[in-house]
């Protein structure tokens, strides 16, 4: 048996009840073959793919909060910390009622490579809880995040593990957890990154998923002797990458006539009116609905049963998948094929389902997986770490420059990997493969650790 097939075995072995790490994983060393095949004595003697399949360690506790009756609630806090060859732990914290340890673990496995290919000194690790930030009070929300900071904090610092936002964390959250943190440790360090700008946030790290994804789409598009302008766009989700995803896409003469929701999806031929986006999901945090309501041209439809693909029914030349885990399926993906789809990027992680995945490579269509496409958050987290430690801040210009160069410099990294190995086009394998090689070679050169 090969070496990739032995360890895959292993993985589903021992944790075959995590069905999305198992994915992960499969997706990562399927395409790492090639190299480990030019290799597989030096790398099995070293069990590199045993211990890049297991974090350095994974820590669960109990978070308990009082709520605005009066009531103990207790929800269970994550951090797995998977691997620091070539950095500090990097990586968000997921709030959302599905999160479970099989999930904060593929999240922080994809981390490993997506901050490998940023070229940032960072490793990977991902972390959250099962609370649900929906419904909750300002006070439910801060009760919550003081008391999971208060077990966190023992566990991280500026040089150890950096966290951030993801689903449903942003600058509110990480306000008050970092308010917690200096309460507990009594330092001021670049602990969280997505920070507020008075507190030592960076510019354009608000931005920067959505803007990124545009960078690297934008250049896949060119290369391809194509232009954005002009493009229809179909974005799914409507939270922080949705919204500049959006935002950005429009800046570059495209139109984006989709997003969506937990609940439903709208379809707005005209174009998605930005300002409303932001207005309903920033500042009133309202439903979807809310936006379709606001306006004429904008079609809201319920969340979408078994024979209706939601905004993947959309006739679009691009899609962008933003919102969270294998919501776009083989169904979805034959719709968009059906289409015309040109090309898909993911701005969401792992958005798209295996068999979806291959069903776009067979057919053409040009297709970039998250841990290359949404990479621009977490290198701009990476920006905003290197702004701290030199207690200094950047312009907004000098941040979304650099941006935009670590997306442009990711999309010709992974197209040179992937026809390195003989498989031009498939930016999947080329992001694994390259992702992998540094973290590798770090690992080899520190020992057995
Ligand atoms: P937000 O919480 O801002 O928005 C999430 C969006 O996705 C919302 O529209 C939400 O709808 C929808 N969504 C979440 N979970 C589900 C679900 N189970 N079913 C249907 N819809 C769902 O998160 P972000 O925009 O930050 O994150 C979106 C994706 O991008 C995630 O996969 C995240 O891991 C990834 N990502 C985020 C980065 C960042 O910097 N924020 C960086 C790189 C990747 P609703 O409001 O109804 O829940
Ligand atoms: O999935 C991701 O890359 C993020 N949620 C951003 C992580 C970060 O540290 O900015």
């Not at 890049?52 to 797995?80: A, L, S």
């Not at 929906?134 to 009760?143: L, T």
């Not at 500049?244 to 707005?268: M, N």
């Not at 207005?279 to 079609?299: C, D, F, G, I, N």
């Amino acid at each position: 048996m090969s070496y990739v097939d032995e360890v895959l075995e292993k993985v589903k072995k021992r944790d075959g009840d995590q069905p999305e790490f198992i994915q992960a994983v499969t997706e990562v060393l399927d395409s790492l073959r090639p190299v480990i095949e030019q290799d597989e004595e030096k790398y099995r003697k070293l069990a590199i793919l045993e211990r890049i399949t297991e974090p350095d360690r994974q820590i669960m506790f109990r978070v308990p909060w009082v709520d605005d009756n009066g009531n103990v609630q207790v929800n269970r806090g994550f951090r797995v910390q998977f691997n620091n060859a070539i950095g500090p732990y990097k990586g968000g914290l997921r709030l959302h009622p599905s999160v479970n340890l099989g999930i904060i673990k593929f999240l922080g496995f994809e981390q490993i490579f997506k901050n490998s290919l940023t070229t940032l000194p960072i490793g990977g690790g991902k972390g959250g809880s099962d609370f649900d930030p929906k419904g909750k009070s300002d006070n439910e929300i801060m009760k919550f995040c003081q008391s999971f900071m208060t077990e966190l904090s023992k566990y991280i610092g500026a040089d150890q593990d950096v966290p951030a936002g993801d689903i449903g964390t942003g600058a509110r959250e990480i306000g008050f957890m970092f308010g917690q943190y200096k309460r507990i440790k009594g330092v001021y360090e670049g602990v969280l990154t997505g920070k507020g700008l008075t507190y030592g946030g960076s510019l354009a790290r608000t931005e920067a998923t959505g803007y990124g994804l545009l960078y690297l789409t934008e250049e896949m598009v060119k290369c391809h002797g194509d232009k954005m302008e002009g493009k229809t766009i179909a974005v799914s989700g409507s939270g922080n990458v949705a919204i500049y995803a959006t935002e950005k896409a429009q800046q570059l003469g495209a139109k984006v006539v989709t997003l969506s929701d937990s609940t439903g999806w709208i379809y707005d031929p005209e174009g998605i009116d930005v300002a409303l986006l932001k207005e309903v999901k920033e500042v009133k945090r309202a439903r979807l609905s809310e936006y379709a309501k606001a306006r004429s041209s904008a079609e809201y439809h319920d969340k979408k049963n078994a024979d209706d693909h939601g905004v993947w029914n959309i006739k679009v030349d691009i899609a962008l998948p933003c919102a969270t885990q294998n919501e776009l399926n083989l169904d979805d993906a034959k719709a968009l094929v059906a289409n015309g789809v040109q090309y898909v990027a993911e701005g969401a992680n792992m958005p798209t389902t295996i068999e979806a995945t291959e069903y776009f490579q067979q057919n053409k269509v040009n297709f970039v997986g998250g841990k290359a496409a949404n990479a621009g958050g977490v290198a701009t987290s990476a920006l905003e770490m290197s702004q701290n430690s030199e207690r200094l801040s950047w312009t907004f210009e000098e941040v979304d420059s650099k941006l935009k160069n670590i997306m442009v410099g990711i999309y010709h990294n992974i197209d040179d990997a992937a026809k390195e190995y003989g498989m031009e086009g498939n930016y999947v394998a080329g992001a694994n493969i390259a992702g992998f090689k540094k973290v590798v070679e770090a690992m080899i050169a520190q020992g057995v650790c």
